[in-house]
C-alpha cells in the first residue's frame, strides 16, 4: 500500500552571498520504524533556485543515489511568476536516511505516462470538477448540475470513481460516457446524492449540519505530474442564522489514497467553526472511529462490486468528537485560532483495486497515515 504525508522543510544553512552552487545535496530522514513508500519530498524553492543561481525551475534535476532521476514538479500555487516549492518523491525504509543529488540541466521533458496526479472542470457533464492520480478518483458538482433536467442535483457532496489501475482515466471515462459500468478499469459504482459522500464537509451549528449548495467557481492552481491542487468556490449559505460562505483547497499526491482538503470560511467577524467532515451511510457498512489517531472510517459493499473503504483523517487535538445524522458519519474538527483554515484528509479504499484485502488493511492504512503526520519527513540541504 501506498501513502502519502506532508513534510516538514527544515533548512539548516545560512543564505551565504556566494550562490551558485554546482549541487545541492538533500538528506532526508524518515523518523518512523516503519516502511513510508512513494513520499512526496517538499523543497522551499526560492532558496533552492537561489543556491544554484537559476530562475528557471524546469531545469532542476534531482538523483537518487546511484543515478536514477526523479520526476520534479515545480509549484506556483499564487499564479505570480515565483515558485513557491519543488517536489519530487522517494520510497523509504524503517529510519532510513537518503541523499539525494539537485542539479542544473535542460529542462524536463515529461511522457504522459509520467503523470501521476491530474485534475480539471468539466464542463461537458454539467460542470463537474474531477481529479485523481494513479490510486483513485474522485468529482465534486458544480452550477449546472443544479437544474439538469433529467436528474437535477443540489449538493457539495464528494463523489468517488474505483479504479483497478494505476494510469489516469478521468478523460476516457468521460469521453465514452460509460463510466458506471466496469470494462476492466473499474468505475463510478458509488451514490453519493445530498449525502458528504466521501469527505464533504458542513458547518455544525445548534445540533444540526449546514451544508452548502453546488460549488459556484474553481481554479487550478497546479496538474501534475505528482500534485493536483484546485479550489473551488461556494457561495454563501446560512447555518444557525449565520452567513457563510467557503473557499475550498483541495490536493492530492501521486501514491495516496487520501486527498487534503482545506476551507476557509468568510463570516461577518471571525468566528471559531465546528467543522463536520462527513462520509454517508450506506447499508451493511460497518463503522470505526478512533479519536486518538485523529480518524474516522466506513467498510461497506459496493453494489456486487467488492468493498470499498472510506477515511476521514485529522490532526487529534483538532478533533472535538465525532456524530451523525440522518445521512453521515461525522468527525467534528474545530479550527484554532478562530477564523483560521480547517484542514483535514479524506479518500477510500476499495479491495478490488489490490491496494487492500480488507477491512483490517485499510484501518491499517489510516493509522500509518496518521503516524506519518504526526513524524514527517525531516529535510535539510547543503553542498
Known sequence: MVKRFLVSFFVFLVL???????????TVRNELNAVRPNQTVELAGPELLHLLSTNDARRVHVAEAGGRELVVQALDLTGDGAIEQLIFQA???????????????????????????YGRFVRERFD????????????????????????????????????????????????????HTDTGEGADFYSAGKS????????????????????????????????????????????????????KRISLDAGSNLSRFESQYLTAAPEQLTVAAGIKKNPGSTVQVRKSEGWLRTWEPIKGNGNVGCGIVADPASVVESTEDDLNHLLMIRAAPAGSPVSYYAGFGWDKS?????????????????????APLKVSIGQ
Request: with cysteine; net charge neutral.
Open 16 to 26: 551565504a552571498p556566494v550562490v551558485g552552487w554546482s549541487q545541492v545535496v538533500v
Open 91 to 117: 520510497d523509504f525504509k524503517p529510519l532510513e536516511e537518503k541523499k539525494f543529488t539537485v542539479t542544473l540541466g535542460e529542462p524536463q521533458h515529461l511522457t504522459k505516462e509520467q503523470f501521476k496526479a
Open 128 to 179: 463537474d470538477f474531477a481529479w485523481e492520480n494513479d490510486r483513485v478518483a474522485h468529482r465534486m458538482y458544480g452550477p449546472a448540475l443544479e437544474t439538469w433536467q433529467r436528474e437535477p442535483l443540489t449538493s457539495s457532496t464528494v463523489d468517488i470513481w474505483c479504479k483497478r489501475v494505476r494510469k489516469l482515466v478521468i478523460n476516457d471515462w468521460y469521453m465514452v460516457d460509460n463510466y
Open 196 to 247: 458528504r459522500g466521501c469527505g464533504g464537509s458542513g458547518i455544525w451549528e445548534g445540533g444540526k449540519l449546514h451544508v452548502s449548495r453546488n460549488f459556484m467557481g474553481s481554479r487550478v492552481l497546479a496538474n501534475g505530474p505528482l500534485r493536483v491542487v484546485f479550489e473551488l468556490d461556494y457561495g454563501a449559505w446560512v447555518a444557525n442564522g449565520r452567513r457563510i460562505a467557503e473557499t
Open 354 to 374: 489490490g491496494d487492500f484485502s480488507g477491512v483490517e488493511a485499510w484501518e491499517a492504512y489510516l493509522t500509518r497515515f496518521a503516524a506519518g503526520l504526526k
